[in-house]
T-cell receptor, first 114, second 113 residues
Framework: DGGITQSPKYLFRKEGQNVTLSCEQNLNHDAMYWYRQDPGQGLRLIYYSQIVNDFQKGDIAEGYSVSREKKESFPLTVTSAQKNPTAFYLC?????????????FGAGSRLTVL | GNSVTQMEGPVTLSEEAFLTINCTYTATGYPSLFWYVQYPGEGLQLLLKATKADDKGSNKGFEATYRKETTSFHLEKGSVQVSDSAVYFCALHGSSNTGKLIFGQGTTLQVKP
């Protein structure tokens, strides 16, 4: 079955450490996204990529970095510069950028900073 | 800029009750509108969508009508079940071609037997 796989599901990090969250899709989608979810705040866009080797900042990109070297992969690095990284992170993909295109989401990764 | 506002939760209902979750939006042009659902510990799944004024999206007994005159996209279901307990997100896609969605804050629904 096609879908999006995020790993790890749970991750603990000490302050000052960088961590990388994996996102892989086998849907042959061109566009991929990273959202952050905090209680009562909905989802906020961190980064998105519409094509391989290109990506753009979303609304809350500070303290995060991404790469898009392969169509199926869009890893997110949470750096030590991110002041409040504890959150639920969701990766998504879509066929393209059209206004009616549906986003398919992964199951999420929960990051906790100790 | 574009934004989405949902009614505050949590919403607690008895099984077979009628459900309404309000959603209003602010956007330029003609956005597409979506409802996504998130079950505990999972990612989001598309529930329904509407791409132009007066369109009605429907799925699994849920419905929402795109009302441009009131900038609303309220979610309704005639008879909820315990299995409908989840967080519901209203979202819009604006007139750009980036595929980015703007989400409301989410409304938690709890259905009691």
């Amino acid at each position: 079955d096609g879908g999006i796989t995020q790993s790890p599901k749970y991750l603990f990090r000490k302050e000052g450490q960088n961590v990388t969250l994996s996102c892989e899709q086998n849907l042959n989608h061109d566009a991929m996204y990273w959202y952050r979810q905090d209680p009562g705040q909905g989802l906020r866009l961190i980064y998105y990529s519409q094509i391989v080797n290109d990506f753009q900042k979303g609304d809350i990109a500070e303290g995060y970095s991404v790469s898009r070297e392969k169509k199926e992969s869009f890893p997110l690095t949470v750096t030590s510069a991110q002041k409040n990284p504890t959150a639920f992170y969701l990766c998504a993909s879509s066929i393209g950028g059209g206004r009616a295109n549906v986003l398919t989401f992964g199951a999420g990764s929960r990051l906790t900073v100790l | 800029g574009n934004s989405v506002t949902q009614m505050e939760g949590p919403v607690t209902l008895s099984e077979e009750a009628f459900l309404t979750i309000n959603c209003t939006y602010t956007a330029t042009g003609y956005p597409s509108l979506f409802w996504y659902v998130q079950y505990p510990g999972e990612g989001l799944q598309l529930l329904l969508k509407a791409t132009k004024a007066d369109d009605k999206g429907s799925n699994k007994g849920f419905e929402a009508t795109y009302r441009k005159e009131t900038t609303s996209f309220h979610l309704e279901k005639g008879s909820v079940q315990v299995s409908d307990s989840a967080v519901y997100f209203c979202a819009l896609h604006g007139s750009s071609n980036t595929g980015k969605l703007i989400f409301g804050q989410g409304t938690t629904l709890q259905v009691k037997p």
